[in-house]
């Protein structure tokens, strides 16, 4: 079995979707037998009963089924916990591994060691080359929006070893940005590698879709405000909103399908209306007008929106 690295999976009722990406990434870990572990949240035992046979095909794929369940963050926690390789790379359940992916990830690990690798990803290209970084500000600046996304980091052993003392309720929704940052503010040597090594599943379906404003704008800002306090609060407060402007969660398109969904309504523009100027490039009475349409309007058009969106 392979000492160097390991994949992490955690995943909650997504079977047929963790089933199409764990086939490729079996196939590359094959070629360095490279464990990967597999952390069930799922309430029904499909996951359970469709791991079988890839458990029979693959030595080193390792299945654990939470019961009680740990919940997204537990698991999280769970997933980069008591594996004894010096690198973990943690992947959702809805992430596909790129061609070579594994072989590319083991070069940066024998060529940099840094503290945390990080890659990107077909469905959200950041555009900076690859590099070893050694300066936190600029990584938390450039790319702490990026790693929101469950499948960009490896982690280093030595980048956990301060797990229990995370506070799960400030860190909410992101175990990971709070793990990797203060990571990073002990050592910080992070390597961006540019090519993209992961893409998602086309029929993922985010555990946070219904509560996409609390989630990166409540849960996302009190993580950010926890970190150190070596990083200042002028930079935190600066990255804050890049997430949602690089991810276009709140642009015009997606809150026309957040409307057709009744996941935003005016309720939702009462609360957050003093946010949007920073976290939408859509003008604000747009987002008031689209909160109070009525959604028999929209729903007609709703596949055009998504089409449109993807």
Request: a positive charge.
């Amino acid at each position: 079995m392979n000492k160097q690295l390991a994949i992490s999976i955690p995943t909650y009722n997504r079977t047929e979707i963790l089933k199409s990406n764990l086939v490729s990434i079996i196939n590359q870990a094959k070629r360095f037998n490279i464990p990967i572990y597999i952390s069930d949240d799922s309430d029904n035992n499909r996951t359970h009963e469709m791991i079988k046979s890839y458990i029979q095909d693959y030595q080193f794929l390792y299945y654990i089924h939470n019961i009680p369940s740990l919940r997204h963050d537990k698991n999280i926690i769970s997933c980069l916990s008591s594996i004894e390789t010096n690198y973990i790379w943690l992947i959702g359940d809805s992430i596909s591994l790129s061609d070579n992916a594994l072989f590319k990830v083991l070069n940066i690990i024998e060529s940099q060691s840094p503290a945390i690798i990080s890659c990107n990803s077909k469905d959200r290209i950041v555009d900076i080359e690859s590099m070893h970084i050694t300066d936190k500000d600029y990584v938390l600046e450039n790319f702490g929006w990026h790693n929101t996304l469950t499948g960009t980091t490896i982690y280093s052993n030595r980048s956990l070893n301060n797990l229990k003392n995370l506070d799960l309720l400030e860190c909410k929704n992101f175990p990971q940005i709070a793990i990797i940052f203060n990571a990073l503010n002990r050592d910080c040597s992070f390597y961006w590698e540019k090519e993209p090594l992961i893409y998602a599943h086309k029929d993922k379906k985010s555990y946070w879709a219904e509560n996409i404003f609390e989630t990166f704008i409540d849960d996302f800002s009190r993580t950010i405000f926890y970190l150190p306090s070596d990083y200042s609060n002028k930079l935190k407060a600066k990255v804050i909103p890049i997430h949602s402007l690089k991810a276009k969660i709140f642009d015009l398109k997606s809150l026309l399908i957040l409307r057709t969904e009744n996941i935003y309504d005016f309720n939702k523009f009462k609360k957050y209306y003093k946010t949007f100027k920073k976290n939408s490039s859509t003008h604000l009475f747009l987002i008031f007008i689209i909160s109070v349409l009525p959604r028999v309007i929209l729903k007609p058009i709703r596949a055009i929106l998504r089409m449109a969106l993807n």
